[in-house]
């Protein structure tokens, strides 16, 4: 079965104030890490990735937390805008296996101006 | 520069019909992956290239389906005897894969399928 799940399967802001996503995993041995955005009518678009030897990672308006003792991503989106309205992914590589990528079921972000 | 084409992006199909899907990877990148996604779902993992060849197709569903690479660039999905349960989008990506270092999926667009 999955490894990646989220906890939360829609996430409502209002425009302005920062998103937190979150996303647990259960495989010790994933050691790469994708944060996806996926609009409607769209494919996945890549925002961001970490690998596991590294906690923290930012990118424009985005930042990606790793806990591994915990087994924990999350996305931070910072002064969320109606155009991040969409589906956000985690997905997954595990170790051994470096080249399928594991998605979660995603979470619906929706921005209210 | 170009990103990962698909064609077409919408089919519509009868049930036992056959269909082709194809995928332009973005040049030079070596992986390519299909993914199936169902309405409201996650993506589905459904075959790996690593150039011409397939090292993983565990994740096709059934013997109806396969998937060719010619030449290490275009990839064709094909579908045979469709059936309603395989009405998805379906999802390419390509990757400048690079041994021992993982790097994005890039993704196209999709192709919508229906099967009435």
């Known amino acids: 079965g999955e490894s990646v799940g989220l906890h939360l399967p829609t996430l409502s802001v209002q425009e302005g104030d920062n998103s937190i996503i979150n996303c647990a995993y259960s495989?010790?041995?994933?050691?790469?890490f994708i944060w996806y955005k996926q609009e409607s009518g769209k494919g996945p678009q890549f925002i961001i990735d970490i690998r596991s030897n590294m906690d923290k990672r930012q990118g424009q308006r985005v930042t990606v937390l790793l806990n591994k003792t915990v087994k924990h991503l999350s996305l931070q989106i910072a002064a969320t805008q109606p155009g991040d309205s969409a589906v956000y992914f985690c997905?997954?590589?595990?170790?051994?296996?470096?080249?399928?990528?594991?998605f979660g079921k995603g979470t619906l972000l929706t921005v209210n101006p | 520069g170009a990103g990962v084409s698909q064609s077409p992006s919408n089919k519509v199909t009868e049930k036992g019909k056959d269909v082709e899907l194809r995928c332009d990877p973005i040049?030079?990148?070596?992986?390519l992956y299909w993914y199936r996604q169902s309405l409201g779902q996650g993506l589905e993992f459904l075959i790996y290239?690593?150039?011409?060849?397939?090292?993983?197709k565990s994740g096709l569903p059934s013997d109806r389906f396969s998937a060719e690479r010619t030449g290490g660039s275009v990839s064709t999905l094909t579908i045979q005897r469709t059936q309603q349960e395989d009405s998805a989008v379906y999802l390419c990506?390509?990757?400048?894969?690079?041994?021992?270092?993982?790097?994005?999926?890039?993704f196209g667009n999709g192709t919508r399928l229906t099967v009435t």
């Open positions: 040049s030079g990148h070596t992986a």
């Open positions: 990506a390509s990757s400048p894969k690079i041994r021992d270092r993982n790097s994005p999926l890039h």
């Open positions: 997905a997954e590589i595990r170790g051994g296996s470096n080249y399928k990528l594991t």
């Open positions: 495989n010790s041995a994933s050691d790469y």
């Open positions: 290239f690593q150039g011409n060849s397939a090292p993983d």
